[in-house]
């Protein structure tokens, strides 16, 4: 195997990985855009559909646009605070997935597990005759993946919005 197909294949496994994940935690890992329109909007607080926030590219109310330094903006749960009550038609444009420095260390430990092909990676107990091997595997790289996956998920699945 040429160096060019080891990287390919390793690109291959980290796209796969990456997909993997999403769907794991439930949260788009590559930013996604989205656009909403409230009629009758009234009050200080929008709550976006989608988080976390990236970037905010545009909000209106009536058609005035806002200036994004007199808002504040709370990312992990796609809450927008604004200055004052308004009412109005209300638009906003916004991305919205993962911070990377969420999820990259999850993945690229991920890609170091699936390249691992030693056959004790996953072995909790090895029994021949009368020789017993034990591994704690609590501590293992597999689980120590699936308890980053996990933290991560409960971060943001556990966001209750009040309606």
Same mark, same amino acid.
């Given at each position: 195997?040429?160096e060019e197909n080891s990287i390919e294949n390793e690109d291959l496994l980290k796209e796969k990985l990456l997909k993997r994940l999403e769907v ?13 329109? @409230?009629?009758? /909007?009234?009050?200080?607080?929008? !709550?976006?559909?989608? %988080?976390? &926030? ?23 749960e796609g809450t927008v605070h604004l200055p004052r009550e308004y009412s109005g038609d209300l638009y906003v444009e916004y991305t919205y997935g993962?911070? @990377?420095?969420? /999820?990259?260390?999850?993945?690229? !430990?991920?890609?170091? %597990?699936? &390249? ?48």
């Amino acid at each position: 195997m040429t160096e060019e197909n080891s990287i390919e294949n390793e690109d291959l496994l980290k796209e796969k990985l990456l997909k993997r994940l999403e769907v794991e935690v439930g949260l788009p890992l590559i930013p996604k855009s989205a656009k909403e329109l @409230e009629r009758n /909007f009234q009050g200080s607080e929008i !709550l976006l559909s989608h %988080y976390p &926030l990236k970037e905010i590219k545009e909000l209106k109310i009536d058609g005035e646009t806002m200036d994004l330094d007199d808002v504040i903006i709370l990312e992990d749960e796609g809450t927008v605070h604004l200055p004052r009550e308004y009412s109005g038609d209300l638009y906003v444009e916004y991305t919205y997935g993962l911070p @990377e420095n969420e /999820f990259i260390p999850i993945v690229d !430990l991920m890609m170091e %597990y699936e &390249l691992d092909d030693d056959w004790k990676k996953d072995v909790s107990s090895v029994k021949e005759i009368n020789v017993s091997v034990s591994y704690d595997t609590s501590l293992s790289k597999g689980a120590t993946i699936q308890n980053m996956i996990n933290d991560l998920r409960n971060r943001y699945n556990c966001l209750v919005r009040m309606i």
